[in-house]
């Protein structure tokens, strides 16, 4: 059964960085495109960065240049460093996994992504 497990969210004030990862288990998905989207409260959820399998990022605008993500492939887990954080960052983050092996396009969209984790509050104070 694929699981994927985010952790490192938490308060922090304006500024500030966080890391957070996502440890998946139940599959490999080194061949496969990670991603991260976030969903503030009242709005729907967004994305945020993705990697694919030969580890080129893209970002949302919003967090370009901000924002970072990685990938160990030999943990099977994915990171998203968020530096100069803003109060309108404050979300749960979500990981997901595309379950296609070695897509190379571009996947931004919910629909592009077959597994999800549970979420993981950041926060974001000003």
């Known amino acids: 059964q694929v699981q994927l497990v985010e952790s490192g969210g938490g308060s922090v004030q304006a500024g500030g960085s966080l890391r957070l990862s996502c440890a998946a288990s139940g599959r490999s998905f080194s061949r496969n495109v990670m991603g991260w989207f976030r969903q503030a409260p009242g709005k729907e959820r967004e994305f945020v960065a993705a990697?694919?399998?030969?580890?080129?990022?893209y970002y949302a605008d919003s967090v370009k240049g901000r924002f970072t993500i990685s990938r160990d492939a030999v943990k099977n887990t994915v990171y998203l460093q968020m530096n100069s954080l803003k109060p309108e960052d404050t979300a749960v983050y979500y990981c997901?996994?595309?379950?296609?092996?070695?897509?190379?396009?571009?996947?931004?969209?919910?629909?592009?992504?077959?597994?999800w984790g549970q979420g993981t509050q950041v926060t974001v104070s000003s």
């Open positions: 997901a996994a595309d379950k296609r092996i070695g897509y190379s396009g571009v996947a931004f969209r919910e629909k592009d992504y077959d597994y």
């Open positions: 990697m694919r399998w030969s580890d080129m990022a």
